[in-house]
């Protein structure tokens, strides 16, 4: 197909327009996003969130705390002390894998799956590669 | 924007009737669109042999009647889901590399719970990949195993591989991964220590929510998404592209969050310091220098990557020890790296071959 046919396709010019306008924006937008005053703008307004999140959050613990529930934090230490606890179960279970197999009493059985003998294209003869 | 290839041979009379035709396909196709629900990812027969916490470690169903020696074991970026290794079938490096005769194991992050807001740096170098390691070494039955890792992923890898020297890693695959963290461009930018609290957003978030780490991602460019929805609805009439556009949207919309430990050690040791760079990070006590690596390392990076541009990624090479490395260079972005089209031509047998000569 000729350029010049496919230029009639009316289609063909709004997927170079969109081409173009992504092209535009986003090359705009990172010049104006790759100043010091737009990084310095964005992170005063993420400040400034957190400030009031962290507000919140505080308001709402002593609010929990008025009528004897617990807050996310204590909820948060909780799930701390049953994770760490998790955390030992996983190092001891490996240690006891270790002891065992030492022992000879873990030693693996033959492992199920297709045997492990393939070999490279430019290592198997009389095969195409 | 895919054009309207096969029709372009026809005269103008035919192509105004293909076109309409479409026309009433997008319509009804779009209708379609808006009530179904998102296709289904990671098909791939699995399962899950090793699960704490934030970790998930899946060994897929081999898929070849032999199977190279060496298992193979991907690691994911700790921001995303792994399902991007397993889009759909025909769009799965998981599913090209079980083909080829590799038998496959990958980790997956699950959302961290506030309860892990203190996961480091060290927790996923010397404690989730050791562990997935020993597992993949368990099932498999081999005492060594190579390793895969995409974008943060592979800078886990790179952390593990550098701080266990004598451990039982036989290869060592990149993709698209960052090492000078002072070209990450905008990213850096944004975070400028000048401007970018780090201890605050941490001390008062715990983790690092979805809605920041993808607005970070949403920023570098801006008009992507509306670009891409447009494109969509040109392309609506096939349903090859609606899926794969849906898919790829469904897990850029499945971010995940970070623990805030993690986050700040990034930002601290990473972004600020370049200490991978420059050989001065320390994790877990130990010293991480990449010049310690020796074993045959692979890299492949994308030309036209906006989230780790090819001047962060590119010095990996020239970093580690190996004499055995390689370098492949691609068209395409950071995601369609490992499952666009170029990754189904170029990537995926680029790998396989590599490691098949180095996995016996």
């Not at chain 1, 703008?41 to 004897?68: E, P, S, V, Y």
């Not at chain 2, 030309?303 to 390689?326: F, Q, Y």
């Amino acid at each position: 197909m000729s350029k010049q046919d496919a230029s009639n396709d009316p289609l063909d010019s709004l997927r170079k327009l969109v081409d173009d306008w992504e092209k535009r924006i986003d090359g705009v937008a990172n010049k104006v996003m790759g100043t010091d005053g737009f990084s310095q703008a964005m992170n005063q307004t993420q400040k400034l969130g957190l400030r009031m999140q962290q507000g919140f959050q505080d308001a709402m613990a002593a609010h929990l705390k008025n009528i004897n529930m617990p807050s996310r934090g204590d909820v948060t230490r909780l799930a701390e002390s049953v994770q760490a606890l998790n955390q030992r179960m996983a190092r001891m279970e490996l240690l006891l894998e270790d002891v065992l197999r030492n022992t000879g009493a873990g030693t693996p059985t033959a492992r199920s799956g297709p045997p492990r003998t393939r070999q490279p294209p430019s290592q198997r003869k009389g095969e195409p590669t | 924007m895919s054009s309207t290839a096969g029709s372009e041979q026809l005269p103008l009379g035919d192509r105004v009737r293909a076109e309409v035709n479409r026309t009433i396909a997008r319509s009804i196709k779009g209708l379609d669109f808006v009530i179904s629900s998102d296709p289904d990812v990671g098909l791939t027969p699995k399962d899950i042999i090793y699960e704490r916490g934030t970790l998930r470690l899946y060994h897929y169903h081999p898929m070849a009647d032999e199977v190279y020696r060496v298992p193979v074991l991907l690691v994911m970026a700790t921001t995303n889901r792994s399902y991007v290794f397993d889009l759909a079938p025909g769009q799965s490096m998981v599913e090209y590399l079980l083909r080829e005769g590799f038998d496959v194991f990958v980790i997956d992050w699950e959302k961290p719970g506030p309860e892990e807001r203190h996961l480091d740096l060290d927790d996923y170098t010397f404690d989730f990949i050791p562990t997935c390691i020993r597992r993949v070494a368990e099932h498999s039955g081999e005492p060594d195993v190579s390793l895969i890792g995409y974008c943060m992923g592979g800078v886990l890898s790179l952390i593990y591989a550098a701080g266990h020297t004598d451990g039982p890693l036989k290869n060592l695959v990149c993709l698209t991964t960052p090492v000078n963290w002072h070209e990450m461009g905008l990213m850096r930018r944004w975070t400028d220590p000048n401007h970018f609290d780090v201890d605050r957003i941490v001390d008062t978030l715990g983790v690092v929510p979805t809605e920041f780490i993808l607005a970070g991602f949403t920023m570098l460019r801006p008009a992507q998404r509306t670009a891409s929805r447009i494109r969509a609805w040109d392309n609506m009439w096939n349903d090859a592209y609606v899926r794969s556009y849906r898919s790829f949207d469904r897990w850029s919309n499945e971010t995940i969050p970070l623990a805030g430990a993690y986050f700040r050690t990034t930002m601290r040791d990473l972004m600020w310091g370049n200490k991978l760079h420059t050989g001065e990070l320390r994790v877990a006590g130990r010293s991480i220098d990449l010049a310690n690596i020796t074993v045959p390392v692979m890299h492949a990076i994308a030309e036209h990557d906006h989230i780790v541009p090819l001047p962060a990624s590119k010095p990996l090479l020239e970093r580690v020890g190996s004499t055995d490395k390689n370098e492949v260079v691609l068209k395409g972005g950071h995601v369609s790296l490992i499952a666009g089209p170029s990754a189904v031509r170029r990537m995926w047998p680029a790998v396989s071959n590599w490691l098949a000569e180095r996995s016996t």
